[in-house]
């Protein structure tokens, strides 16, 4: 083997599927350079999806499921990652490593009100399960590392961002709208120490949740807007949904499930019955590119933070209405598609964690405390073989490139 080639598995917030991508990476820290030479994305079936939905809300978690879940997710990512080589006409002893971020089930920024209840977060889908089914070394678990050091543990991919998109001549608001919403912001000509990130509020979370509901279960997003494009925005329910108190906290901050998951939606059925299925979607919609384009007002702008552009990812950014939206409430920035800079924008976080992963393996941080509020720079992700050649792999990664 010459080049590095590793594997970067994603399995993100809107519990959508798994998506997989075979990566070629040469250089390290600011010179890195990744190359995607193939992908595969495995959706989760309704079952699955129903099951892990359920251990993301602690009043539906069981201890045994967690448990078993967390075997189960590491032979599911090992069976993506063999069909991944099969598909490329791999084999293991081509590829040098998998960097997984696993399934979030649970993410909890600050501490609780007892001792043991400390700022924390799981990643489920176990590392020695995925490395022994698939015979290469597994790096993980990266967010434990950032919230040792203070940080909120998420963002993560900004780092990323910050290498793939830091500019001379742009200031950039590098914007991920998946289950959750967050940003990079990546200040022209700066160092990484100024990036910024934090999680807007709401991706696709409860977008999602509401069409699953009104559809009977027939469908879980809104494909292509084509739902919200019948609708009409209800001022009513988007001034209580703006008026949400997560953003009036201050960044760095991060959310997930626990704030906009089942409850938060049973809230708005509650209150709202009388609003037609579409009319809700189309709120909901709408909401997610006011709460990205506020932020971006209370937070970057109004703080002297200019943004020329912004370039959306995640799978938000395949909804042409959010995105007629979020042109509309930005009109003076330019809005572009990861495409744009030949990157899927399906797949881009599956890259990143492949980069969060090589970094890892070569003793080099990969993380920015200006955007996760950590203390300081750490090393995130924990590595996992289980034979001996699957060592041997990183080892020779090392040995070439340290
Ligand atoms: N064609 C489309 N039209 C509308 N929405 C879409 C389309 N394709 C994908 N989506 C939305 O994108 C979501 C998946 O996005 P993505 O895969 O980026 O999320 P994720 O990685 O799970 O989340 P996160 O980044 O929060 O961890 C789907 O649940 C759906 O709501
Ligand atoms: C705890 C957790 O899994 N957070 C996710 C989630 O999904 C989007 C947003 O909230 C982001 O903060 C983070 O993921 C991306 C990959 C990140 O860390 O950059």
């Given at each position: 083997?010459?080049?590095?080639?590793?594997?970067?598995?994603?399995?993100?917030?809107?519990?959508?599927?798994?998506?997989?991508?075979?990566?070629?990476?040469?250089?390290?820290?600011?010179?890195?350079?990744?190359?995607?030479?193939?992908?595969?994305?495995?959706?989760?079936?309704?079952?699955?999806?129903?099951?892990?939905?359920?251990?993301?809300?602690?009043?539906?978690?069981?201890?045994?499921?967690?448990?078993?879940?967390?075997?189960?997710?590491?032979?599911?990512?090992?069976?993506?990652?063999?069909?991944?080589?099969?598909?490329?006409?791999?084999?293991?002893?081509?590829?040098?490593?998998?960097?997984?971020?696993?399934?979030?089930?649970?993410?909890?920024?600050?501490?609780?009100?007892?001792?043991?209840?400390?700022?924390?977060?799981?990643?489920?889908?176990?590392?020695?399960?995925?490395?022994?089914?698939?015979?290469?070394?597994?790096?993980?678990?990266?967010?434990?590392?950032?919230?040792?050091?203070?940080?909120?543990?998420?963002?993560?991919?900004?780092?990323?961002?910050?290498?793939?998109?830091?500019?001379?001549?742009?200031?950039?608001?590098?914007?991920?709208?998946?289950?959750?919403?967050?940003?990079?912001?990546?200040?022209?000509?700066?160092?990484?120490?100024?990036?910024?990130?934090?999680?807007?509020?709401?991706?696709?979370?409860?977008?999602?949740?509401?069409?699953?509901?009104?559809?009977?279960?027939?469908?879980?997003?809104?494909?292509?807007?084509?739902?919200?494009?019948?609708?009409?925005?209800?001022?009513?329910?988007?001034?209580?949904?703006?008026?949400?108190?997560?953003?009036?906290?201050?960044?760095?901050k991060t959310t997930g499930r626990e704030l906009f998951g089942k409850q938060f939606v049973d809230d708005i059925f509650n209150e709202?019955?009388?609003?037609?299925?579409?009319?809700?979607?189309?709120?909901?919609?709408?909401?997610?590119?006011?709460?990205?384009?506020?932020?971006?007002?209370?937070?970057?702008?109004?703080?002297?933070?200019?943004?020329?552009?912004?370039?959306?990812?995640?799978?938000?950014?395949?909804?042409?209405?959010?995105?007629?939206?979020?042109?509309?409430?930005?009109?003076?920035?330019?809005?572009?598609?990861?495409?744009?800079f030949h990157i899927s924008s399906d797949l881009k976080e599956a890259m990143a964690f492949a980069v969060l992963g090589y970094q890892?393996?070569?003793?080099?941080?990969?993380?920015?405390?200006?955007?996760?509020?950590?203390?300081?720079?750490?090393?995130?992700?924990?590595?996992?073989?289980?034979?001996?050649?699957?060592?041997?792999?990183?080892?020779?990664?090392?040995?070439?490139?340290?």
């Open positions: 083997m010459t080049k590095t080639v590793g594997i970067g598995l994603m399995s993100g917030t809107s519990l959508d599927g798994i998506d997989a991508v075979l990566v070629e990476i040469d250089g390290m820290d600011e010179n890195v350079v990744v190359r995607m030479i193939d992908s595969i994305t495995r959706s989760y079936s309704k079952e699955i999806r129903e099951e892990l939905l359920q251990l993301c809300d602690p009043s539906s978690a069981n201890l045994q499921k967690i448990c078993s879940a967390n075997m189960f997710l590491g032979k599911e990512f090992g069976s993506v990652v063999n069909e991944l080589l099969e598909k490329a006409n791999l084999v293991k002893e081509d590829v040098h490593f998998i960097s997984s971020h696993g399934q979030t089930i649970y993410h909890q920024p600050f501490n609780g009100e007892n001792q043991v209840d400390v700022a924390s977060t799981l990643q489920i889908g176990d590392l020695s399960t995925l490395s022994e089914s698939t015979g290469i070394a597994v790096v993980g678990d990266f967010r434990t590392a950032d919230m040792a050091a203070g940080g909120q543990g998420a963002p993560l991919v900004s780092f990323v961002d910050y290498l793939l998109f830091n500019n001379p001549n742009s200031s950039r608001a590098i914007q991920n709208i998946g289950g959750i919403g967050n940003v990079t912001y990546v200040p022209k000509n700066s160092p990484s120490d100024v990036t910024q990130s934090f999680d807007t509020g709401p991706g696709n979370m409860v977008i999602d949740e509401i069409v699953f509901r009104v559809t009977d279960g027939e469908r879980h997003y809104d494909k292509d807007g084509e739902m919200a494009y019948q609708g009409q925005i209800h001022q009513d329910l988007l001034t209580k949904l703006i008026s949400h108190e997560y953003f009036q906290i201050e960044p760095p709202y019955n009388q609003l037609s299925p579409v009319d809700l979607v189309a709120t909901v919609t709408e909401w997610t590119a006011v709460s990205i384009a506020h932020s971006y007002k209370q937070f970057l702008v109004d703080k002297g933070y200019e943004i020329n552009e912004v370039i959306v990812g995640g799978g938000g950014s395949y909804n042409p209405f959010l995105i007629e939206r979020l042109k509309h409430h930005l009109p003076e920035m330019t809005i572009y598609t990861h495409e744009h890892c393996i070569l003793g080099k941080y990969n993380q920015i405390p200006s955007a996760t509020g950590a203390q300081k720079q750490v090393i995130m992700g924990k590595i996992a073989y289980t034979q001996p050649d699957a060592l041997k792999r990183i080892d020779d990664l090392r040995s070439v490139l340290q």
